[in-house]
């Protein structure tokens, strides 16, 4: 199973970030696997986002839940992200993993005016 991450690398503050999750490999709807959304800002450790299962369910933490949705598309295969109003905090690699132990590459992101 592989999965790449793709969006923009620029966004700027008060904008919506918006990556997606390609999988390839295997199904998103296949028992117990799911979409999970971390990220790394410079410097700093692994944050978890949020994540959505097999079943279509959503998980968000906390902290982001009030600016954070992820979504999916089973036809073809990918799960979306999207983070509102980003502030230059927002700056991070995203990761796309899953409970499986797959991982994207990652990608850079920069918010910045």
């Known amino acids: 199973v592989q999965l790449q991450e793709s969006g923009p690398g620029l966004v700027k503050p008060s904008q919506t970030l918006s990556l997606t999750c390609t999988v390839s490999?295997?199904?998103?709807?296949?028992?117990?696997?799911a979409c999970w959304w971390v990220r790394q800002p410079p410097g700093k450790g692994l944050e978890y986002m949020g994540?959505?299962?097999?079943?279509?369910?959503?998980t968000y933490s906390p902290s982001l839940k009030s600016r954070t949705s992820i979504s999916r598309d089973t036809s073809v295969n990918q799960c979306t992200l999207q983070l509102n109003s980003v502030t230059p905090e927002d700056t991070a690699v995203y990761y796309c993993?899953?409970?499986?132990?797959?991982w994207g590459q990652g990608t850079q992101v920069t918010v910045s005016s």
């Open positions: 993993t899953s409970p499986q132990g797959y």
């Open positions: 994540a959505i299962d097999w079943t279509g369910r959503t």
């Open positions: 490999g295997g199904s998103i709807t296949t028992a117990y696997y």
